[in-house]
T-cell receptor, first 114, second 114 residues
């Protein structure tokens, strides 16, 4: 079983919809949680970075972490065709040397239809 | 350039050959990471440098893989006796020193072993 599980999709939504992307994890040592966006044949780009449980909002994006359930979410409001990409969750055990390696989910492919 | 630069962008090699992949991080970034991403999967951690030294090489799959960063800037990932299973995108990333800093990824080197 993988440490981080993510539904691969594809997830297809109409423009303007609210998108919900999720990951579950098994390692309770994870403390830092991230969401990356990856366009085709490009490197991952950091969208959101959160520490421990709670919510964080940035424009149309909201990240939620529930450590008790080992469950993280990314919500995208007013989705746009330009949001069409693969979304990767990632997490690490901490900022210190030896704990910084990121463990990624397999990614969810999102398609926003105009 | 402003971003993480990786060369070559594409490499096709025969099984058993030796391959070198190069990464030029963002200027001033002392932390450098190598990840490997197979088709339909998230990136998988290989090795992390802080300056010239490998701070965490726990992700290297076996002794055919080796990475160096002799002057604390450019890094080279070396793969000996390549196998078809080594075919993947090799992603390099860099960040400022210390935990909690944004990790910036390059566009990757696409390696195909035939």
């Amino acid at each position: 079983q993988k440490e981080v599980e993510q539904d691969p999709g594809p997830l297809s939504v109409p423009e303007g919809a609210i998108v919900s992307l999720n990951c579950t994890y098994s390692n309770s040592a994870f403390q830092y949680f991230m969401w990356y966006r990856q366009y085709s044949r490009k490197g991952p780009e950091l969208l959101m970075y959160t520490y421990s449980s709670g919510n964080k909002e940035d424009g149309r994006f909201t990240a939620q972490v529930d450590k008790s359930s080992k469950y993280i979410s990314l919500f995208i409001r007013d989705s746009q065709p330009s949001d069409s990409a693969t979304y990767l969750c990632a997490m690490s055990r901490g900022p210190d040397t030896g704990r910084r390696a990121l463990t990624f989910g397999s990614g969810t492919r999102l398609q926003v239809q105009p | 350039g402003a971003g993480v630069s990786q060369t070559p962008s594409n490499k096709v090699t025969e099984k058993g050959k030796y391959v070198e992949l190069r990464c030029d991080p963002i200027s001033g970034h002392t932390a450098l990471y190598w990840y490997r991403q197979s088709l339909g999967q998230g990136p998988e951690f290989l090795i992390y440098f802080q300056g010239t030294g490998a701070a965490d090489d726990s992700g290297l799959p076996n002794d055919r893989f080796f990475a160096v960063r002799p002057e604390g800037s450019v890094s080279t990932l070396k793969i000996q006796r390549t196998e078809r299973g080594d075919s993947a995108v090799y992603l390099c990333a860099s960040s400022l020193a210390g935990g909690g800093n944004t990790i910036y990824f390059g566009e990757g080197s696409w390696l195909t072993v035939v």
